[in-house]
């Protein structure tokens, strides 16, 4: 008599990166003049927690510390608030942005210098105050460098200088108190705005352990075509996204910034830029379904989530969805989030692990 036998269990789904979303989309380009209204933290938050697909959620958000969303001078009491309310939901907290925008920049005068140096540290308290209430286990704090890209052409090399050591003060605060910063590769922001000058800029920094690069599926990939640094273009001029150019392009790219990236964002784009409300241009994003879409998702994070042998590098304990700019009616779609949340499935599920 035969032995009964049973088909092995299928392996276990991959755990991580944790999946976030993005809370700006709420923000960025709303309330100004001309612009949508903004949406508030609690409806961003409410349409992360309930997008489902196959029993799988959103693990947390990212958050962005400006009104009407998050006061950057927010009390004590207040983030323990906060910090409540996201727990409420069954979501944590990720990386936070440090609003250096508006009244700062890292290569700007005295006086912008200090306030950027000032948002960034009350930034970092409110990241440390939140991991301390035991909601944010992982992420860092997001900064650019509030520099125009006409501002640095006027003086490339000192203002390099400038947003160095204006990061350096900065990430100084943060190592202080268990913080990482990492510089978003968008091409808008000057000292940054070209694979080369990003990676220029975060060795005149010198903290690799403490300041590292973010990169954006939708805007990094724009470095590959040169804008606002034609000299740094990788791709050929008469270009279209051909598989073989794009993934030189994309290996010589992502070879570069992969070592200094300690945060990441999935994202779609169809290759062109974009602004809206009082955000400058830059890479245009899409929806996950979007059929413009120039990137294969899940393939394409590949470039930033493996390394250059194909080995997953488990670098990132999250990744975040960045969806910018898209009109409210889109947002306060659920499907919206679903399909979004579908997308950061497949990435995980193909370039994560278990733990």
């Known amino acids: 008599m035969s032995k009964k036998t049973t088909a092995p269990a299928a392996p276990a789904a991959n755990n991580f990166p944790k ?11 709303k309330g100004s003049p001309g ?54 939901k069954g979501l944590v907290v990720g990386s936070v942005v440090a609003p250096v925008w508006f009244d700062a920049s890292a290569g700007g005068d005295d006086t912008q ?22 909601v944010r286990p992982y992420g860092v704090v997001r900064i650019d460098s509030a520099t125009s890209v006409t501002a640095w052409d006027q003086d490339p ?9 204006t990061f350096r003060e900065a990430g100084k605060i943060a190592k202080g108190e268990g913080e990482r910063l990492a510089a978003e590769g968008e091409i808008c922001w000057g000292g940054m705005h070209s ?42 001029k008469k270009y279209n996204y051909e598989p073989a150019e794009f993934h ?11 070592p200094w990236t300690i945060d990441f964002h999935v994202a779609q784009n169809d290759g062109s830029v974009f602004g809206s409300g009082d955000h400058e241009k830059t890479g245009r994003h899409c929806l996950a379904t979007d059929p413009k879409g120039k990137l294969n998702i899940v393939r394409d994070s590949g470039y930033w989530l493996r390394d250059k042998n194909g080995k997953v590098t488990k670098k990132m304990k999250h990744i975040c969805w960045d969806g910018c700019m898209f009109p409210n009616e889109v947002l306060m779609k659920q499907q919206t989030w679903n399909d979004i949340l579908a997308a950061m499935i497949q990435v995980r599920e193909n370039h994560g692990w278990r733990e």
């Open 19 to 29: 999946l976030h979303n993005a809370m700006w989309p709420g923000l960025v380009g």
């Open 35 to 88: 612009a949508e209204p903004f949406i508030e933290l609690d409806t961003m938050l409410d349409l992360t927690a309930k997008a489902e697909v196959g029993g799988v959620k959103f693990d947390g958000v990212d958050l962005f510390l400006y009104n009407p969303h998050t006061d950057i001078d927010i009390s004590d009491d207040g983030i323990k608030a906060l910090a409540a309310k996201i727990k409420a």
């Open 113 to 134: 210098r200090a306030n950027f140096v000032t948002h960034v540290r009350k930034a970092v308290r409110i990241a440390r105050k939140l991991r301390e209430l035991g």
């Open 157 to 165: 090399k000192g203002t390099t200088q400038k947003i160095a050591a």
């Open 195 to 236: 694979w080369k000058h990003m990676v220029n800029l975060l060795e005149a920094v010198g903290m690799p352990k403490v300041v590292g690069f973010q990169a954006d599926m939708s805007h990094t990939h724009l470095y590959t075509l040169g804008y606002n640094a034609e000299a740094h273009r990788i791709v050929p």
């Open 248 to 258: 030189k392009a994309m290996t010589k790219l992502t070879d570069a910034l992969r």
